[in-house]
T-cell receptor
């Protein structure tokens, strides 16, 4: 099954800095989604970007999508300690039935 | 407020015991999923269901079964637990179609001793 791969695996930054996480995938998609997971909890949907979109914003989040490179990035601006979490990208499998998640990026925002 | 509720946050079971993990959603979603999450491996799909009484195997169905008798409830069954089933189990639901998001439960941390 196709799977997103996040990069880096872990990222540590100071409060106020920007955090960028990248995701690569293998096959064609019609949308890509980003999720957040606080430690020991379930995932929460952040944003969906369609394949015909190149960039999308939601509050302090900015997502880009480059279908020619099969990659996406998630930028969190002016990070806060509360942004500390793991972030996952997700696509659909080849049959369009299931969400397929990458291994995630663990973000630590230090106060 | 939409919700996916998993019956337990933490479970400790002995090897060989039968375990039921229950998941209930209140959003009238067609699709429901069970994932397990392990460090370094991300989320792996165990089973999913796109309708009542329908089920499909995911990537790692061995050692698991599921039941969906009602639209809102999707149960994961571990017939005879083993230590390699120690993991975080996550239930999710979604509407039909690909432009929908997954809603997750809070997770069940299962430890098999």
């Amino acid at each position: 099954s196709q799977q997103g791969e996040e990069d880096p695996q872990a990222l540590s930054i100071q409060e106020g800095e920007n955090a960028t996480m990248n995701c690569s995938y293998k096959t064609s998609i019609n949308n890509l989604q980003w999720y957040r997971q606080n430690s020991g909890r379930g995932l929460v949907h952040l944003i969906l970007i369609r394949s015909n979109e190149r960039e999308k914003h939601s509050g302090r989040l900015r997502v880009t999508l480059d279908t020619s490179k099969k990659s996406s990035s998630l930028l969190i601006t002016a990070s806060r300690a509360a942004d500390t979490a793991s972030y996952f990208c997700a696509t659909f499998d080849n049959y369009g039935q299931n969400f397929v998640f990458g291994p995630g990026t663990r973000l630590s925002v230090l106060p | 407020d939409v919700k996916v509720t998993q019956s337990s946050r933490y479970l400790v079971k002995r090897t060989g015991e039968k375990v039921f993990l229950e998941c209930v959603q209140d959003m009238d979603h067609e699709n429901m999923f069970w994932y397990r999450q392990d460090p370094g491996l991300g989320l792996r799909l165990i089973y999913f269901s796109y309708d009542v009484k329908m089920k499909e195997k995911g990537d790692i169905p061995e050692g698991y079964s599921v039941s969906r008798e009602k639209k809102e409830r999707f149960s994961l069954i571990l017939e005879s637990t083993s230590t390699n089933q120690t993991s975080m189990y996550l239930c999710a639901s979604s509407l039909e179609g690909q432009y929908t998001e997954a809603f997750f439960g809070q997770g069940t941390r299962l430890t098999v001793v």
